[in-house]
């Protein structure tokens, strides 16, 4: 780990002549190049895991051993850089972010680990599949918080989730998978009082529930039926979003059935 991580310069030296005629001779085979970033990256995943394994099996080494601060460092700057990884690199990544969060037990290593992976849920246009995987590492973490006193609280994580109704808003119909990913982060973390997810919910309230171009109206009926289970959470209904919800009903933007989930709902609010 002494010359972690690795460049392109990084490369044995000869230690014995080679004879200039067989040099020509021996044929170059393609593709023994290794990318930097793929073997420091699969450096990383391996060792984080032998710290996880060892201390599964008994008395653990220190988890804040000097030797695992130039992958932490590595990681970070990898993930912060702004440079959008490919799918595979970031998956790798994220996991050994979860193990050194787990294994850390440090609120401000947690919180600076967090903050890189937040760098990267930042960056516009991303497809489907890295979107998805960056929400499931936040809900994963998230839904870990009560076991783990150094998560619990995070303030990365609330961030995350304060911006998730604002982001549930914005997309509207354009992307129904991601939409109902989003829905499920939301009814986890107002199924369990977080504030900051609740009083933004608060805040986007009547855009989310807009009879005319809301989410409640535009995506699909699972989605719809989640949105109107949030209403049960909300700690205020003001008369603007109350005023929606009659127009929703009363228009003909959501089913009967809908309709009578949503009239239950604010009858036992």
Known sequence: MKNFPYGNLDTPKQRRKTDPKRSKQAPTIPGQTVEPLALNVLLCQVMVSMVTLSQRDGPAQEPDAEWLMPLRGFVQETLSSGVKLSQRHLHTLLETVWRMAI?????????????????????????????????????????????????????????WLAALPLQLSQLGHRNPALSDRLLLSIQAAASRGN???????????????DPQEGSVVLLPAESQQRLVQLLYFLPVMSQGLLANLSRCCTAGRVSAGLAASLIRIIHLR
Do not use: G
């Not at 947690?110 to 590492?137: I, K």
């Not at 918080?145 to 995070?154: D, F, G, L, P, V």
């Open 195 to 209: 504030k900051a997810l609740l009083n933004s919910l608060h805040t986007h309230a009547c855009r989310l529930y």
């Open 103 to 159: 294994t850390q037990r440090s609120r401000a290593v947690t919180e600076d680990l967090l903050q890189a992976v937040y760098v990267q849920y930042q960056q516009m246009n991303l497809n489907l599949q890295t979107r998805t995987l960056l929400l499931s590492f936040y809900s994963r973490l998230y839904l870990q918080e009560h076991n783990h006193t150094h998560i619990a609280r995070s303030r990365v994580l609330s961030r």
